[in-house]
Structures are given as C-alpha cells and as structure tokens.
C-alpha cells in the first residue's frame, strides 16, 4: 500500500519537480561550462580575468564587510523590535504596519530611497545646513568610511524588516507559560529573555540567518543605486561584466562564487547551530 | 512601571520614524517641481507640490514600456507560480508519499540558494531556444524564484483546512474535484491570494535576473537601472517612488498573513 | 435502508506494523443500530472508514444491501456520517451545511427547503439556520452535523465518536436526544466510540475491539454481563470488573450441581458448578462491584475485607476494600456508614462470578 499515495502525489509534485530542474539544474551545469570552457577546450582563463580584476577583491572585501557589520547590528535590532512590540505598546498595530514595510520594498528602491537623503544637496545636508553645520560629501568615493555606513544603514532599514517578521511568527509560537513560570520564579526580564526566550527562538533564528546571509550576499543595486561604482559588490560585478564589459563567461565564474558562498554559508550555520553550545548553559 | 511604559513607546516612536521618514522623504522628493528640487536647503515640507517630476519620468523612454513589461511579468508569474505550485502544495499537505521530507528538503536548499545569479547561464540557454529578450525568459527565472515559497505556503494553506472537511464533502456526494472546488477552495483562497501578492511583488522588485535575460523589453526596475548613471536626479527619484508605492499597497493588503506565510513554511 | 456485511476485511497502514483490523467479521442488520467499542487504537475507527470508502481495505468485502461497496468511493455507497470533529464547513451557513447534501444530488429547490427546514426541526436549530458555524456553541455544531446526515435519508449512517467533543452534561442530555431521532428515522447505524457507558446506552447490539478484532458481540447487557474475554469485563463498566486470582478446590466431586469451592490465598468462596471439572486449577475469577455484598456483620459465606478509600457517589458509596491480597471496587448503598480502616464483611454470590482461563483470559 505504500504505492498508494506516492501514486496520487506524484502528478502533483511533477511539473514543480521538471521546472526546478530545468531552472535550477540547467542553468547551473551550463554555468560550469560557461565559466571553464573557453574556444580551446578546459581553460581557468576566466577565472584569472576574474581575480586579476582590481575591483574583484575590492567587491569580495565589500561584500564580506557589509555581511559582517550589518548582520549582527540587523538581528539586535529586529529582537528589540520584536520584544518591543511583545509589550503591547499604543499602537501596536500602526507600529507593526509600518515597521513591515520595507519588507516589499526592493534594494534598488531602497538605495534611491536612501540617495534622496544622503546626496549632496539632499534631505540629510539640508537638515544639517539648517542647524548650522556644514553638508558634508557622504557619497563622495574619497569617504569610503560614510559611504560604507550610508550603504549599511539602507540596507538596515530596508532587510531589517525580514528579521523582525520571522522573529514575531517565532515567538508567537512560544507559549506564554514558560515565560510567566520563570517570572514566577523570580526571574528577572533580561534573564527570562537569556534563558526562556532566546534559545525557543533557535529554529526561527537559525533560518532568519540563513535566509538573510544569503539574501544579504546578493545585494548589489543598492549600492549601485547610491555610489554608482565606487562601492563595488559581488553581485554588482557580474552585472558589470555581463552588461558593461560584455563577458559573460567571467560574469559566470563571478556568479559562481556568490552561489559557492551562499552553500558554504548555509551548510556553515546549519552545522554550528546544530553542534554548538546549547545557548544559555 | 509607568517610566517603562514611557520608554517602550518612545522606542516604538523612534523605530517607526526611522522606517516611516525615508518613504515620506522619497514621496517629497518625488512629488517636488524639478526647479525646487535644485534648492538648497531642500525643505522638509511639501512646499512645492507638482507632478512634474513623476510625468517626465513616466513619459521618458522605456519606462512605460517597462511599466508594462513588469505588469505583464508579474502577473504571468503569479499565475504559472499558483499552477504548478499549488497542485505541489496540495500533495505536500494531504500525502505522506516516500521522499516528501527530500522534496521538502530541496525546495529549502532551492529557495535558499540565491538562484538569480544563475541568471548569466540562463541567459545563454534562452539564446538558444530563442526566449532571449522575452517577457517569457523573465517569468520564468521569476516563477522559478517564487516556487518553493508558493509550495511551501500553500501545502500551509492546505493543512488549514481539515481533511475531514473534504471527506464529509466525498461522504455526501462530492467527487474529489468538486470536494476541492466547493470545500477547500473557498477557505484556501485568501490565503492564496496573499500568496500571489507576494509572488507579484518579488517579480516586481527583481532587478538582476530581469537586466541580465533582457535588451529591449526591460521591466521598470531594470530600465531605471540601465539608466542610473546618465539620469538626472529627479528622475531616480520619480524612479524611488514608482518602484516603492506597490509595497505600500501590498502591506496594507496581506499584513495580517504576513505572520503565517513567514511563520509556518520555514520552520 | 438495508444491511451492513463486513467479510474478512484486513487493513495494515503502510506506516504501522500490526494490522489495524485484522481478518475483521461483522453484520450489522437493516434497522439496527450497532455500537463498535474500544481503546483507542483498536480498529474501530478504520473499519468504520472503510465501510464509508475513506479507506481502502487490503483484503476482505464491504456489502450495503445487496450491493458489493468494497471498491466503490464512498460517494456512491449510499450513506452518511456524523465525523469526530463535526466537519462542517466553516465558510457555508448553517443552512447551506445541512443541505449539503441535497444540494450534491440536486434535489428540487422547494424539497431541498422542506427536509432542510425538518431536519433543522428536529435537531432545533430553527433559529440558527442563517448563521455561520463560527457563531455557533459546540453543541449546535453538533448538532449541525447530524442535521447534515440526517437529511439525506441514506441507507446507512455512520457516526465517529460524534459525543467525544462535547462536554459531560452536554454529552449525556445529547446521548438520549440522539437515541431517540434515530430510533424514530429506523436506519441502520454503525456508532464507533471508546467510550463505554455511550456503548451501553446507544447500540442495540455493542461489538468490544480489541488489537484489530472483536472480542465479543451481543447485547448491552450480554457484554456486560457475560463478557467472553476478561479485556470485555476490565474495559465495559465503572468502575470495571474486580478480577483475583483463586484455585478451584480439588475435592473432585463428580456432581455438576452443586457449587465448588474457590480458594483465594486463605478465603474461600463459593463458586459457580460448571467449574467442577476444572478442580485442582487455577482461574482469573471477575466480579463487578454492583454485586458484591457488603456488610458491617459477619455471616455465612462471608470473609472479612478492610475498608481503605470512601466514595460518595451520591447515588451509591463506592468503597476500596483491601481483601486478603487483593484490592476491590465494592458499591455500597449511599448510606453505608464505613470509613477507611474499618472491618466489613464481603458476600460474594456464586452466579454473580465470571470465571476466566489465566493463560488464555477467556471466560470458562
């Protein structure tokens, strides 16, 4: 009787199976070959235009410093959030409306969101002129430090909304009990919030890293969008190659290593939180 | 307990402005004469309320068109998306059939991996079939972009509604089919329509993929990309507002199964 | 209307590894209304989803009349059902649910509105009937969902535990209300619930499943009072039926009428003649509590017992006596003035004793 519902699921499950595969797998062999064929058979020809590119490592070094600064910063602030609106505030329900915003909102839109405050003659100088302080470049490719924050800040409001939401259908998921058992027995807040919350939140957190390391790797228009070329990423270089220098197959060996990244982050968080230290021991 | 309270509200306030004031700022902007935009300071108050800025930019070339294009692509999306990912949903929600959890699995993997930057080889097997330069071409890397999730939150949808209820319908007279038509659809649908909300709005926001598999049909994320560098001011920022007014409306719409569709099908 | 025939039906689900029924035998007649009962996990649901043609069974025949079911899908059987959950559709008005059915075999609107309506009557849901089931308590939900079988007039109505949602109070004045409207529409009914007092009260006949098969068959009473299998007796009664062990005396007299006499650690008791060949061997003997005399005086054929646990049950004082080495539910009068630690006197009257095979546990 096992055939019996493998038998009925099967057409269903079908044409999404085809599909992945002609999207997912194709693409991806293809790309292989893209990226190591050349006119004359195996060649890591491609592979070396990529890397002896200047803005290949500035891109790389880019990518992993807006990972590493905004991620940390992005997940304190969507808990904050989440405990914030777990206190029932006034207006609970406006507060959440607009906070979940920036969810539909697209990088590219969020960097020209972002270009109306910090360009030079824009909402952020004028604010500053009218308090007596003199504008100041923050765009400007020879402040890199301000660029950098302007593109992690719109990042921020934009992708900090993701967090936020799976963090809140998390909690919603834990019950209320344990949390008023350990306040029963004297907990304080900050230490039910260490001990209760956190770790019941595992799951949720687990997968709100994932999905945001990697959505967080593929930003790219952002800073397009705010600094033109002066803040290269990843992603942004095989736009560049594939659009402005016309060579897809290094566009391809760029892309390449993005979806490598995306895996080896992934499959690197999955084992650290499965095997690390059970929090709050 | 009281300066609590007051602290929590402030915070609230403070994050609420940090969210609320960019997209009231790019609609000031957006909704500012050109000639006003060159002021300095800019004022922060809708001094000079126009149209201008937002009818150039719609009357410049290519963006009507790809206006079109992403209307034309999103709702293709959506609908290939709810075909072969609701029947998918469904079995997912109703069978235990050897190899759903590796089915299960590989929608994740798929869906985690960030397959938009696939898009350069993909753009090589559409030259070939001749789907280069298409609406086609976009749709699909967008329904292959917005599969899983349609999958996952529908099989969510589905275990919503008791098989019980669909046997009662069976018990009564009911063929499968009309079980599903009468019973399960009527309860699934506002779920699945906020599904396919959110379907559209990825279609809409993506910008790689579709700047990549297009020349001339571009949607409106990728001509306001091609044109970045040579564009006035104004004219990213009528762009800012085109790109950020359906998110508003989105919002508004599915706000309240925003929770579950992020909620259940990731965990 | 017509009659229910269950031949050899075996059932494994892919997941399980026994046979959730298994090599399962059963007639209900036209008209009749049976009761499946059991733990949970017996097989009472299965075979009830397989009769509906919710399952499929592995081998074995449905009939309903004079019709072979066993392949058909279950919507062309014939029949209806009440489910555990209710099912009833939370997007339809009550009224729309009720007439489900109707609707499916498209009856002719002014008929669809009159059994609607009656049915609706019958279960006084007159006033609910433009509401959606959202609005409504569990009780009127219910009572939807037999509105919704009813209506149909099928050959056959199955219910799935349709009381195990409800509370106390509610379930018991539902019990009588349910037994009465079928009663009065004659259709046969097959009733699946674990449990036991429901059992009792509804089927004309109550089938006791254990592990996939049915232990014993029979009247409310017959179940109750002689059950086949020491399972029946431990599983159909409150409290259920005392069990100790005894050995049947060995002064082999040949003499089939007169009693023999069982000996538990240092009491002895009368037993029943019939266990005369069986001198010399142990039994498993079963008592209810209803019929164990209890006495503040000694008297013969009595034996002694300690008083440890008092009951009021309002209606009866339920006592838990220590008796030798055994512990019993003994049911005393309301009255009986007996507090833990005193000393009462047990009778124990021979036919009222269910002797049971130790090794295979059913009745001698």
Do not use: K
């Given at each position: 009787m096992a055939a019996g519902p493998a038998r009925r699921a099967l057409p269903l499950i079908l044409p999404s199976l085809l599909f992945m595969t002609a999207l997912f797998l194709l693409p991806l062999i293809t790309g292989v070959a893209q990226a190591f064929r050349g006119p004359d058979g195996l060649t890591t020809g491609y592979l070396r235009r990529m890397v002896d590119d200047p803005y290949f490592w500035q891109a790389a070094r880019n990518t992993a410093l807006l990972i590493v600064v905004l991620i940390p910063l992005q997940f304190a602030l969507a808990l904050a959030m989440a405990l914030l609106l777990r206190e029932r505030p006034r207006l609970a329900g406006l507060h959440f409306y607009i906070w979940v915003?920036?969810?539909?909102?697209s990088d590219l839109a969020a960097g020209l969101v972002w270009l109306s405050i910090?360009?030079?003659?824009?909402y952020l100088n004028s604010v500053l002129d009218a308090a007596g302080i003199s504008p100041y470049a923050?765009?400007?490719?020879?402040h890199p430090a301000t660029m950098f924050l302007a593109v992690v800040i719109a990042e921020l409001w934009r992708a900090t909304s993701l967090v936020f939401v799976i963090v809140v259908a998390g909690m919603q998921g834990v019950p209320r009990d344990y949390d008023e058992a350990a306040a029963v027995f004297g907990a304080s807040y900050w230490q039910r919030v260490r001990h209760v919350l956190l770790p019941q939140l595992r799951p949720s957190l687990q997968v709100a890293l994932i999905l945001r390391t990697i959505l967080a790797l593929e930003a790219f228009a952002v800073a397009q969008a705010l600094t033109g070329r002066n803040f290269p990423l990843l992603v942004g270089e095989t736009y560049q190659w594939y659009?402005?220098?016309?060579n897809p197959n290094v566009a391809t060996a760029v892309a390449l290593v993005v979806l490598l990244l995306s895996v080896v982050a992934a499959v690197g968080y999955l084992r650290l939180m499965r095997h690390g230290p059970e929090p709050g021991r | 307990m009281r300066a609590q309270r007051l602290w929590v509200q402030a915070a609230c306030v403070a994050i609420s402005l940090f969210m609320g004031v960019p997209i009231y700022l790019i609609t000031l902007a957006a909704l500012s004469s050109r000639e006003s935009l060159n002021d300095?300071?800019?004022?922060?108050?809708?001094?000079?309320?126009?149209?201008e800025t937002m009818s150039t930019f719609l009357r410049s070339t290519g963006i009507l068109g790809g206006l079109v294009n992403s209307l034309t692509v999103g709702l293709s999306t959506v609908a290939l998306s709810l075909a072969v990912g609701l029947p998918a949903g469904y079995a997912l929600a109703r069978y235990a059939f050897r190899g759903r959890d590796a089915y299960q699995l590989s929608l994740l993997l798929t869906r985690a991996?960030?397959?938009?930057?696939?898009s350069v080889p993909l753009a090589k097997v559409f030259l070939t079939t001749g789907?280069?330069?298409?609406?086609y071409a976009v749709t699909l890397l967008h329904t292959a972009l917005a599969l899983p999730t349609t999958v996952l939150i529908s099989a969510a949808i589905f275990v919503g509604v008791p098989r019980e209820q669909e046997e009662a319908a069976m018990i009564f007279g009911a063929s499968p089919m009309a079980a599903f038509g009468r019973v399960v659809v009527p309860q699934a649908l506002p779920g699945i329509a906020a599904s396919a909300i959110f379907t559209f709005v990825l279609s809409w926001n993506e910008v790689l993929g579709a700047s990549i598999l297009t020349l001339n049909r571009r949607t409106l994320p990728a001509q306001v990309l091609a044109t970045l560098g040579e564009s006035p001011l104004a004219f990213r920022f009528a762009g800012g507002l085109a790109l950020v007014l359906p998110a508003l409306v989105f919002i508004a719409v599915v706000r309240r199964y925003l929770l579950n569709m992020w909620g259940t099908p990731l965990r | 209307m017509a009659a229910v025939v269950i031949e050899n039906l075996v059932k494994t689900y892919p997941?399980?590894?026994?046979?959730?029924?298994?090599?399962v035998t059963l007639e209900v007649s036209d008209g009749e209304f049976l009761v499946l009962v059991g733990p949970?996990?017996?097989g009472k649901t299965t075979l009830l989803r397989m009769v509906a043609g919710l399952e499929t069974p592995d081998a074995g025949t449905v009939r309903i009349g004079e019709r072979d079911?066993?392949?058909?899908p279950a919507r062309h059987r014939s029949l209806s059902m009440v489910f555990q959950s209710y099912a009833?559709?939370?997007?339809?008005t009550v009224r729309q649910n009720i007439g489900f059915g109707l609707t499916m075999a498209k009856v002719p609107r002014d008929e669809w509105a009159s059994r609607v309506a009656r049915a609706a009557g019958l279960l006084n849901l007159g006033d609910q009937?433009?509401?959606?089931?959202?609005?409504?308590s569990g009780g009127q939900r219910q009572r939807v969902a037999v509105a919704r079988a009813i209506v149909?007039?099928?050959?056959v109505l199955l219910m799935d535990e349709?009381?195990?949602?409800?509370d106390a109070l509610l379930r018991m004045q539902f019990r009588a209300e349910l037994k009465r409207i079928v009663a009065r529409l004659g259709t046969t009914t097959l009733y699946v619930t674990h449990d036991q007092a429901e059992a009792m009260s509804l089927g004309d006949r109550v089938a006791v499943m254990r592990e996939g098969s049915i232990a014993q068959l029979g009247t409310p009473m017959e179940v109750y009072d002689r059950p086949a299998q020491r399972f029946v007796g431990g599983f159909l009664g409150t409290p259920p039926m005392n069990f100790f062990d005894a050995v049947v005396a060995?002064?082999?007299?040949?003499?089939?009428d007169k009693p023999v006499r069982l000996t538990a650690g240092d009491r002895v008791i009368p037993g029943p003649?019939?266990?005369?060949?069986?001198?010399?061997r142990p039994v498993t003997v079963g008592v209810r509590a209803e019929n164990i005399e209890v006495s503040l005086q000694d008297g013969p054929g009595r034996s002694h017992a300690e008083v440890e646990v008092a009951e009021p049950t309002g209606a009866a004082m339920l006592l838990t006596v220590r008796w030798g080495g055994d512990e019993l539910k003994v049911l005393a009068p309301a009255a009986f003035p007996a507090r833990p630690g005193d000393r009462v006197w047990l009778g124990m009257p021979e036919h009222a004793l269910r002797c049971f095979d130790p090794e295979t546990s059913l009745a001698l």
């Open positions: 915003i920036p969810l539909a909102i910090f360009t030079d003659r824009g923050w765009l400007s490719f020879q659009t402005a220098l016309q | 300095f300071p800019l004022s922060l108050l809708p001094t000079h309320p126009s149209g991996l960030p397959i938009v930057v696939l789907l280069y330069d298409t609406a | 997941s399980g590894h026994r046979r959730a029924t298994d090599d949970s996990g017996c079911v066993t392949r058909l009833i559709f939370p997007h339809m009937l433009d509401r959606h089931p959202a609005q409504l149909v007039n099928a050959d349709p009381l195990s949602n409800l060995p002064d082999g007299h040949a003499d089939h003649a019939r266990l005369s060949g069986w001198a010399g």
